[in-house]
């Protein structure tokens, strides 16, 4: 039970994007103020996605709503379980990291986001992920060197609000998550794809779950929207979820999505 809780946590905030419930706001405040509330998570959310654009939905949530210590503690649960892939652990590690190193998050810890770090660099060293490590070391390090350091608020302050709060005007394909659709307009197709795969390779998670990572993949390079889009690839991922999960809820999307890509060529 333990393991499905832990699972549905980890996959299913980073490929549907869901949100943590909003904390009750003191008894008393108004409507202006809880609009006030919601508005300040919005922005420094995303204020950090932008500093960061890695972060995956789940990650960007904690910061946004002050809950790293929860989701570290979500994150942890699944690097000692012998059910979860090396890879999935690598991408634990890494969104640890990140957590405390970001400049907008009120418990930013440089030193523990090296410690979680130079852990992934020992555990880890062939992870696909390696690079990226190396280089958030390197800018902590640097960034160790300024003399002054603006602090979350004083950040969050300076921030473009309007900008931040601005939505996309792009009419995205309804089945794709928040992320996949970063990864279009952020021109970040390839990482996505891999942390999908990352998701799609780890054999702890449902066939479900496994096969949803894989009709995002297929939505993305389907995208008219995509300047790296590719019907070849997008029918590939297609045909391997009829192929592997006939009887996954999201088979007969797939199904269909190829049809589509068909016909249009």
């Given amino acids: 039970m333990k393991l499905r809780l832990l699972g549905l946590t980890l996959v299913v905030m980073i490929t549907t994007g869901c949100s943590i419930a909003t904390p009750f706001v003191a008894a008393g405040a108004g409507g202006h103020a809880i609009g006030r509330y919601e508005e300040n998570i919005k922005v420094r959310g ?125 009419p995205f394909d309804a089945d794709l998550t928040p992320m996949s659709e970063r990864a279009i307009t952020g021109d970040r197709v390839t990482d996505a794809e891999s942390v999908y795969l990352i998701l799609y390779e780890n054999k702890a998670s449902s066939e479900a779950m496994r096969a949803k990572a894989l009709y995002q993949i297929g939505l993305i390079y389907m ?22 999960f006939p009887d996954s809820p999201v088979a007969k999307k797939a199904s269909k999505r190829m049809s589509q890509v068909i016909n249009r060529q």
Wanted: glycine share 2%.
């Fill in 46 to 170: 995303a204020a950090a996605l932008k500093e960061e654009p890695d972060l995956l939905t789940f990650s960007v949530q904690a910061i946004a709503r002050n809950n790293i210590n929860e989701a570290v503690i979500t994150y942890t649960k699944g690097l000692n379980n012998k059910d979860y892939s090396d890879n999935v652990k690598s991408l634990a590690l890494y969104q640890i990291g990140l957590l405390y190193m970001n400049p907008y998050a009120e418990q930013r810890n440089d030193n523990e986001a090296l410690k979680y770090f130079n852990r992934h660099s020992q555990e880890y060293p062939d992870s696909r992920l390696r690079k990226k490590i190396e280089s958030k070391i390197a800018l902590i390090k640097q960034r160790k060197t300024a003399k002054t350091q603006l602090t979350a608020k004083e950040l969050l302050s300076l921030a473009d609000r309007k900008s931040l709060l601005e939505q996309s005007s792009i």
């Fill in 223 to 244: 995208s008219e929207y995509n300047s790296h889009g590719d019907n070849a690839k997008a029918l590939n991922y297609f045909r391997k979820i009829t192929q592997e």
